[in-house]
Nanobody, 120 residues
């Protein structure tokens, strides 16, 4: 089984920064895409940023220039650097990964989420 564990959320003032981390563990043979999604209260989950195994990235228009996604393949970890936070960034942030695991083959898993609250 593959598990994703996020960390780094918290309460931050507008204009502040946070760095989210997501570590994948299990009998992983390879990880393909990794990404960050968020779900604000009363809204649907939306994609924030994604990164391929080769490092190609794409971002939601609402976060371009403020969020940076990166990954450390040796550590099976994906990061999300969040700068210039706005109140509308308040949400639960989820990590997602796809790849190949021993025995079962393809996997697609979500983390449990980490809460980011932007408020003065």
């Amino acid at each position: 089984q593959v598990q994703l564990v996020e960390s780094g959320g918290g309460l931050v003032q507008p204009g502040g920064s946070l760095r989210l981390s997501c570590v994948a563990s299990g009998s992983i043979l390879s990880i393909n895409g990794m990404g960050w999604y968020r779900q604000a209260p009363g809204k649907q989950r939306e994609v924030v940023a994604r990164i391929s195994s080769g490092g190609s990235t794409n971002y939601a228009d609402s976060v371009k220039g403020r969020f940076t996604i990166s990954r450390d393949n040796a550590k099976n970890t994906v990061y999300l650097q969040i700068d210039s936070l706005k109140p509308e960034d308040t949400a639960v942030y989820y990590c997602k990964a796809t790849g190949v695991v021993a025995v079962q083959g393809y996997f697609e898993v979500w983390g449990q989420g980490t809460l980011v609250t932007v408020s003065s």
